[in-house]
């Protein structure tokens, strides 16, 4: 087995619990009550029974819950659902160096391999749910090129993988004949990005359930390649071209992924948020009256050009939406922020905002980071000219997203579920008190609804 494959399945596999630092645990469960939260919302999006109808035809044995909902399925086809419904709305956390939403697979997988297993304590599920993140974000955070195949997939899929064997208590030699299981389940390429379209979710579900497939085929005895990840032709000479493990590699053990995920404040793609961030401290700085605004100027990084530097259109659905800058700049400067209802029939064909929207000019900068969310420049012309530069995105590490703030989020997701809910202190308490619970029934029946 090459070495890089070596140590990040000995680090995933073989490290105990008690290794991980309280803060890295505590970043965990702040990520699984955001992501829980997310899913649950996902229940409204308009695909999310078409899916479920797909996934219960795929087997019909009962392991897993879906968010939100109480239906069972089994368990790949519950983690396949629940990573759909928790990216289905552009909400779901991200880390922002890997460019990758790994807790939206990775707790999708581990929540539904542990109710599988029966009896699995919340300490291993948060656990299992961290080194999994390890997993995904190191592999993500090592690209140095564009984005060529959809990463928070692509990538995502080894945080499900690494959750799961994890909690079968995999050991080296089979963990690595999963992982080379991983290779034939690639999900996703970028041109639903490009067109704005559903299937960006479904390629998160399948990254969910792509790790417990692999991992049931290494338990039966199959093997993969060995060179899954550094080899001619394994995952980063296939996705990543332009690549650099070794400074991942070198943080094993020393600094935690999961400290490095950032909320998102906004149901919008992460590339949207600092522009978002940047019109609100203005609009809170002066009066800026919309009718007046002759231009916005956006001074944007590559990777903000390529992921949401999208044209406006007239027929726009809500998945384009909440991908086009123009639409999203337009509307906080309209309603003074950017929330579920934004993304209505009403709201999408508001002449005002649209208006509004085919004044915001999109300018590329000369970042030579092909990776990077930041910074990004807002100029407003209206009365004067307003700018300001966002170096660290709200909801970033650097820039975090207040706890009350969090909680509020919460409470609008579960609102805005397809069942509306408002039982948000039982799903925040089972999840604080998840490393201390001897299993999963209290969080479980608080996701379930």
């Not at 290779?183 to 704005?196: F, K, N, S, V």
């Not at 943080?251 to 992460?270: C, D, E, I, N, V």
């Not at 709201?347 to 590329?364: H, P, Q, S």
């Amino acid at each position: 087995m090459p070495e890089p494959e070596r140590a990040l399945l000995c680090h995933v596999l073989e490290t105990p619990g008690e290794a991980i630092p309280a803060a890295a645990r505590d970043a965990a469960r702040v990520f699984i009550l955001d992501t829980l939260a997310v899913g649950i919302a996902g229940t409204a999006h308009e695909d999310q029974p078409g899916i479920i109808a797909a996934a219960s035809r795929w087997g019909a044995a009962g392991a897993a819950t879906v968010w939100g909902e109480g239906t069972r399925l089994p368990a790949a086809q519950a983690a396949f659902v629940n990573a759909f419904q928790a990216h289905a709305l552009e909400f779901d956390a991200i880390h922002e160096r890997a460019v990758v939403h790994a807790m939206t697979p990775t707790l999708a997988a581990a929540l539904a391999e542990a109710e599988r297993q029966g009896g699995v304590s919340g300490a291993r599920l948060v656990s299992a749910v961290v080194f999994g993140l390890e997993l995904a974000c190191t592999i993500g955070a090592a690209s140095r090129g564009p984005m060529r195949f959809f990463r928070p997939a692509t990538a995502g899929m080894f945080g499900a993988y690494g959750a799961v064997a994890r909690l079968r208590g995999f050991d080296l030699a089979k963990g690595a004949a999963g992982a080379g299981l991983l290779l034939g389940q690639i999900p996703g390429t970028m041109q639903a990005h490009h067109e704005g379209g559903m299937a960006l979710a479904v390629q998160m579900g399948f990254a969910a359930g792509a790790g417990l497939r692999a991992a049931d085929l290494a338990e039966a005895g199959a093997r993969g390649p060995e060179g899954w990840l550094t080899g001619a032709s394994g995952f980063l000479a296939m996705t990543e071209p332009e690549h650099d493990l070794a400074p991942g590699l070198a943080a094993l053990g020393r600094t935690w992924q999961a400290q490095a995920l950032s909320h998102k404040p906004f149901p919008s793609g992460r590339l949207t948020h600092p522009v978002i961030d940047g019109l609100q401290r203005l609009r809170a700085g002066e009066t800026i009256d919309p009718a007046s605004v002759r231009e916005v100027r956006l001074h944007l990084p590559p990777l903000a050009m390529r992921l949401v530097g999208r044209p406006l259109r007239d027929d726009l659905t809500p998945n384009y939406a909440r991908l086009c800058l123009p639409f999203v700049a337009a509307t906080t400067l309209r309603f003074g922020t950017v929330g579920l209802a934004d993304f209505t029939p009403a709201r999408l064909t508001d002449a005002a905002t649209l208006a509004l929207a085919g004044k915001v000019r999109l300018m590329a900068d000369d970042n030579p980071d092909p990776n990077a969310v930041v910074p990004q420049t807002i100029e407003i012309e209206h009365v004067t000219t307003a700018r300001i530069t966002v170096e660290h995105t709200l909801g970033s590490p650097a820039n975090p997203l207040p706890r009350d703030a969090q909680i509020a989020k919460v409470a609008a997701c579960l609102a805005a579920a397809r069942r509306p809910r408002a039982d948000v202190a039982a799903l925040v308490a089972a999840v604080e008190t998840l490393d201390t619970a001897p299993d999963l029934g209290a969080l479980m029946r608080a996701a379930s609804g």
